[in-house]
């Protein structure tokens, strides 16, 4: 299998956890998104990644059907095996997966106020699954599963910011972070990246023109810089 990829995506990285997490093979071509190549755009309907190749050629779009697709294809399962908690973790993924650009955006936040008006709603979906955690150190228990897959992208993210800046997003929310801590014990979070991820994550979030990027300085000790803004930085993190 091959996956298309753009380097910060977390839906790019919801799809190689699981190929991760299910010692699958695959390679990876990763794409400019602000300069997409035509033999892309004809085989990514909306212009996005992921997509998938499979082995025997055929294209895959969309996160949700790949991350089934290669479940099914691959043993063992990382669903639940009862129809109607495997329905329910699906639910659990996909609202994982509807946030990924709420917390894209809010990284991306010029001031102070800004941050903190879109970290709410960021943060509203932490609530949520903090009340749906148990005691296990996965959200199925003591495996990993699904669900834990659809939310490490945006564990893995939550981790670096609050390393580079102290800025922390799930403060309040006891039960995530312990699972943060469970998840990225795994290894998974860095196997499912590029080696220059955190780089190339930083250069894009923590720039001079993000109020993340002054706490970052702020944070290092060194004084804060105008930054002119680049035109890459009017993209999103997966369009």
Not at 66 to 80: G, Q, W
Not at 115 to 129: S, Y
């Amino acid at each position: 299998m091959k996956v298309i990829s753009f380097k910060i995506c977390p839906f790019v990285q919801r799809v190689t956890a699981l190929l991760e997490a299910k010692d699958a093979p695959y390679d990876v071509e990763y794409v400019d998104l602000n300069d997409k190549p035509d033999w892309f755009l004809k085989i990514s309907p909306h212009g996005q990644v992921p997509i998938l190749r499979t082995d025997d050629g055929r294209m895959v779009f969309e996160s949700d059907a790949i991350v089934e697709y290669i479940d099914e294809v691959t043993r063992p399962s990382l669903h639940a095996s009862d129809p109607v908690e495997k329905a329910r973790d699906r639910a659990w993924a996909h609202l994982a997966s509807k946030t990924y650009l709420v917390q894209c955006g809010a990284q991306r936040s010029p001031d102070a106020v800004t941050l903190v008006e879109r970290t709410r709603r960021l943060a509203a979906a932490f609530g949520k699954i903090e009340q749906r955690l148990g005691d296990g150190p996965f959200a199925g228990g003591d495996s990993i599963g699904m669900v834990d897959i659809a939310w490490l992208p945006m564990l893995h993210r939550a981790a670096i910011i609050e390393a580079r800046t102290g800025y922390d997003v799930l403060e309040g929310f006891p039960r995530v972070k312990v699972w943060q801590e469970a998840v990225l014990e795994t290894g998974l979070a860095e196997k499912s990246v590029s080696d220059d991820f955190d780089e190339v994550f930083a250069k894009f979030y923590l720039a001079g023109s993000t109020y993340l990027g002054q706490l970052t300085r702020e944070k290092s000790g060194l004084e804060c810089e105008s930054v002119v803004r680049s035109a890459a930085d009017d993209r999103t993190c997966c369009q």
